[in-house]
């Protein structure tokens, strides 16, 4: 039977699973830091809820790793046509290694920024103390861990067994780690924009292997 198919024939198969890497690994980073930061945020406007557009940022560029992993995609799917160009193995690792490339830099740089989205905007107490809260009508109450929760707080002081992991107020009582926080988040994204790079460059590699 005859066929116009020009190139490899299996060489097709590892170009859009590069396609399909790029997307889904960017996705998954993409996914989880939306949801650990996410939590955070929640977790904060229970008691600052005037801060949660403020602590939204590690939410929003999350979501732009997607975006890395769906611009490769196209990329490559664009650049398989075995019919219109002869499409050789050389090809297909190409588009292959681009697509883990710009894939897995996504995937870390989603875990990174969900952690630090997460401890950025948390407003949560750990471990056995004992917290003094002084409620804002000057009616003071002590709680053993946890029970803390869900009190707007105007000081704190602990009695005993202080450690200052343990307590995690971050950015809901200090405001100066909103700068660096961003810092951080900024330098992790760009993780996900170093895999988007390299993408690119390997993928206008296809097509190169052979003198047409």
Do not use: W
Request: proline share 3%; hydrophobic share 50%.
């Amino acid at each position: 039977m005859s066929s116009t198919f020009s190139g490899d024939e299996t060489a097709p198969f590892f170009g859009f699973l590069g396609a399909a890497a790029a997307l889904v690994f960017s996705c998954m980073g993409a996914a989880y830091g939306t949801a650990k930061s996410g939590v955070g945020v929640a977790s904060m406007g229970v008691m600052r809820p005037e801060l949660v557009m403020k602590s939204i940022v590690p939410v929003v560029m999350a979501g732009v790793l997607g975006i890395y992993g769906l611009i490769i995609a196209v990329i490559i799917s664009t650049g398989i046509n075995p019919k219109a160009k002869s499409y050789y193995l050389f090809d297909g690792y190409a588009h292959l290694s681009s697509g883990l490339a710009c894939g897995l830099a996504g995937l870390s740089a989603g875990m990174a920024i969900g952690i630090v989205g997460d401890a950025g905007v948390r407003f949560d107490f750990f471990g056995i103390a004992t917290i003094r809260i002084e409620h804002l009508d000057g009616v003071i109450e002590d709680f053993e861990g946890n029970d803390a929760g869900g009190i707007r707080l105007c000081s704190i002081t602990v009695d005993r067994g202080y450690d200052p992991a343990f307590i995690h107020l971050a950015n809901a009582q200090q405001p100066k780690l909103f700068v660096g926080m961003i810092l951080i988040l900024i330098f992790a994204e760009a993780l996900a924009l170093y895999g988007l790079i390299v993408g690119i460059i390997l993928s206008s590699r296809a097509g190169q292997s052979r003198a047409e």
